[in-house]
């Protein structure tokens, strides 16, 4: 080879390749309004942007697995957790999180209401994005293992379970089936809830919770309409504010950040699985 | 030295140093952080310190860069800079950006896009700066008439560097499109254009340092050139995975991006093979040293561990984790960091009083401390890394309970963090304890004679 055609050879792999690359930038281009949804971007969701980067957030976390490695990624996250629960929490992050347990904890930003009200719809619209299914199993902020038939995100790329749990059928024990639905559900109870006692993530550990219903219905001060034990459960399922579990982490204002939809997304029989399920829990 | 204007490389190189170890202490301080907990929560918090440690690294790095330019053009095309007080000019006014900018950080005043976080006025400086500086080396070229091919590659690089900026000075409302600009400018900086100078740096000091043939080492020069664009330009797509980008990057970005590594695998033989062939003809063999050590720590950080995680099936599960800072730290060290770290060890015996060609036995303290420091770096994190790919990211654990469980790897990544800033720190002072000297002297020519286009 000569030196002459060395520099050919660089000068035209340079070209063709680049030539290529714009060609499918071109092409990205015609395709990015439909992916991320672009009708979407409203002047909320970029105000949001403009918080999420004057606040720097992307230099602890990231978005899109982009950014910082030092906090949680944050793509999903508004499928994972509520808007009352994520703006309590941006108020005061302390009240969530313990720096002696986990050793890291988020400094309070002092973000205005509707600074936090913007980012939330800005987070909300980055979840929505067809990433092809990724994160391919939910990352989680706090707790154990779940397993992977939690399907946060409305995907179907991430939507394929590996399948490593024992899966159901319509003739298993309903406790077994209310396992499945505590698994599966969306968003999963798992992402929110552990079983086990003293685990208490962004809501309370639900070990021993048949014990602690009996005492909360026996109370004079309960505001519920729960007869038994397993109307406390049903009840705290569908109406989640109907009585709160004290702590600011978990309520504020009178409503639970326990997401309020699962009376819609759950079918009847779901909702009798899980309720025979948790009352197991004692 | 043979240009008295090559003198203003010393300037470029003591700024370059300075930051350096600036950047350090903010590296150390985040390290400290992971582990945590962090008693200067509300006064620099890990969002303060990462981007300062980061911006840092670049703004050095292109210190570097300028100053080794400085150098290397006088000695290319034989004849004094066109301009030293443009050079100096320069100098001021990047180092006031630089450090105007880090001030801002401390109050949070920045864009908040990674690696890019420069505000605006600072951007256009930085711009500023290029144009004065691309003038600068042009008209040096220009008046002189002779231009070579290293030269050539050298100043493409840097054009094209300064071209690649642009997409970062425009806004997107978009959040997926600004993901996909942002990295035009960082992707094809560090995997394309930057490998350029980057390639240039090694033949001019290869062709001084082991008196390799010219011809062969330039016409290797356009080899790698030519690889580094084949697979840099559309292995962009490696971060194109998972943003909300058309499916069809993810192909893309396996295949072109997995071809990465033969640029990088060809200068390591360049340097390795130069060095065989022709033996050490200069007695400078620290400077040699940190050449064939830059080629061959850049093809294990960015070629073996790029690699890695550079296919989508295996990238799916290590994005957005201490993987990806494994692969930053090695790669960017060996590539960049390095070589500057060539050109300083270079060029320093001939711009300081006193100081011994061979280099001192702290100089190379320095070199076998940075690089098993660097290297137990990227195993720290390789280990917490893969350590939270499995708990956090297949096993389902949360990701601040996943922290929890690889604090011994936060250990272990300030223990060698420490190692490795001890020989920067003697780098450093190594540097600053020889008093600078700026005349000229007529040393012989180190190359040997040359056809170039034009001569
Ligand atoms: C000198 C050359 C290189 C340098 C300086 C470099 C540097 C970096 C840096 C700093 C990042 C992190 C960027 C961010 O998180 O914003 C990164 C990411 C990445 N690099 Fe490189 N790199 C180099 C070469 C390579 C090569 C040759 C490959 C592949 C063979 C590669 C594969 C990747 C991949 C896949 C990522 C993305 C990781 C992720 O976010 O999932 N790199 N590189
Ligand atoms: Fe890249």
Redesign the pocket.
């Known amino acids: 080879m000569t030196n002459r055609q060395a520099r050919v050879f660089a000068i035209a792999s340079t070209l063709i390749a680049a030539l290529i690359f714009l060609i499918l930038t071109l092409d990205s281009h015609r395709q990015f309004g439909e992916l991320t949804n672009a009708e979407n971007i409203t002047p909320e969701v970029t105000r949001g942007k403009d918080v999420w980067h004057k606040y720097n957030c992307i230099n602890c976390h990231t978005l899109f ?3 910082a490695y030092y906090a949680p990624d944050l793509t999903k996250i508004t499928k994972h957790r509520g808007e009352a629960y994520l703006t309590a929490y941006m108020r005061d992050p302390s009240k969530f999180y313990d720096e002696q347990t986990h050793r890291r904890l988020m400094p309070t930003q002092d973000l205005s209401e509707e600074e936090i009200s913007d980012l939330i719809a800005f987070l909300d619209w980055v979840s929505n994005v067809d990433n092809q299914g990724w994160p391919p199993r939910p990352i989680m902020v706090t707790g154990a293992a779940v397993p992977t038939e939690f399907v946060a995100d409305t995907d179907e790329a991430s939507a394929a379970p590996a399948g490593d749990t024992t899966p159901v059928t319509a003739e298993d024990d309903p406790r077994a089936q209310g396992e499945y639905v505590y698994q599966t559900a969306s968003p999963a109870c798992t992402a929110c809830h552990s079983t086990q006692p003293g685990v208490d993530m962004a809501g309370p550990t639900l070990a021993g919770l048949v014990t602690r219903a009996q005492a909360i219905i026996a109370a004079e001060s309960y505001p519920g309409e729960a007869q038994d034990v397993e109307g406390y459960i049903r009840e705290s399922i569908v109406a989640p504010s109907a009585y709160l579990v004290p702590g600011d982490m978990y309520s504020a204002g009178g409503t639970s950040f326990m997401p309020q939809g699962y009376g819609e997304s759950l079918t009847e029989e779901q909702i009798d699985q899980l309720v025979a399920y948790l009352a197991t829990l004692k | 030295m043979r240009y008295k204007s090559q003198s203003v490389a010393y300037w470029y190189f003591a700024v370059a140093m300075v930051l350096f170890g600036l950047q350090l202490v903010f590296g150390l301080l985040s390290a400290t952080k992971y582990l945590g907990p962090d008693p200067l929560l509300y006064i620099l918090p890990f969002d303060v310190t990462k981007v300062i440690h980061t911006n840092l690294l670049i703004v050095w790095v292109l210190t570097g860069f300028m100053g080794a330019t400085y150098w290397m053009i006088p000695d290319e095309s034989r004849t004094e800079l066109h301009s030293v007080k443009l050079a100096y000019l320069q100098l001021i006014l990047w180092t006031l950006m630089g450090v105007s900018a880090i001030i801002g950080y401390l109050f949070r005043y920045g864009t908040g896009n ?2 890019l976080e420069q505000p605006l006025p600072h951007k256009i400086v930085i711009v500023i700066c290029m144009l004065i500086f691309l003038y600068n080396i042009g008209m040096t070229i220009k008046k002189s008439g002779r231009f070579t091919t290293t030269e050539g590659v050298l100043l493409i690089g840097l054009v094209s560097s300064a071209v690649l900026f642009f997409p970062a000075l425009l806004y997107y409302e978009n959040y997926t499109v600004s993901i996909f600009y942002r990295w035009w400018t ?2 094809l900086w ?2 394309g254009v ?2 350029m100078i ?1 390639g240039a740096f090694l033949a001019y000091l290869l062709i001084r340092l082991s008196g390799a043939d010219r011809e062969v080492m330039e016409k290797w020069l356009y080899v790698i050139v030519g690889l580094v664009f084949i697979a ?1 330009i559309l ?1 962009t797509a ?2 194109y ?1 998972w943003v909300g980008v058309p499916q069809y990057w993810l192909p893309i ?1 396996g295949l072109f ?2 071809l ?2 033969a640029a ?1 695998a060809g200068m390591a033989i360049y340097a390795y093979s130069a060095m065989r062939r022709s033996g050490l003809a200069h007695p400078n063999s620290l400077a040699l040293h940190w050449t064939v050590g830059s080629a061959v720590f ?1 093809l294990f ?3 073996l561990l ?2 890695a ?2 296919f989508p099936a295996v ?1 799916k599960w ?3 984790t201490l ?3 494994m ?2 730290h090695a ?2 060290y ?3 960091a390095m070589i500057i770290l060539a050109m300083i060890t270079y060029t320093l015996p001939k711009m300081t009083y006193g100081r011994s060609e061979k280099g001192s036995s702290l100089g190379y303290w320095a070199f076998w401390l940075q690089i098993s420091g660097m290297f137990g770096m990227t195993l720290s994190f390789a280990t917490a890394g893969l350590g939270q790919v499995y708990l956090e990211r297949i096993m389902g654990m949360g990701y601040l309970d996943a922290q929890l469980k690889i604090q011994v790897h936060f250990l272990m990544l300030i223990a060698t963090g420490a190692l490795f800033a001890l020989g920067v720190a003697l780098f450093i002072y190594d540097f600053f304890r020889h008093r600078p000297r700026f005349e000229a002297d007529d040393e012989p020519v180190e190359d040997a004679p040359v056809k170039t286009r034009d001569s």
């Open positions: 697995g982009e950014g | 990674k690696l960082i992707h560090v995997e930057w490998m980057m840099g292995g490696h971060h995975y970005g991006s997995a990465e590594p990088l850049a950080g960015a070629g790029g690699l995680h550079t990238n290590t994005h957005g993987i990806t800072a692969h930053g790669a960017f060996g590539a960049y």
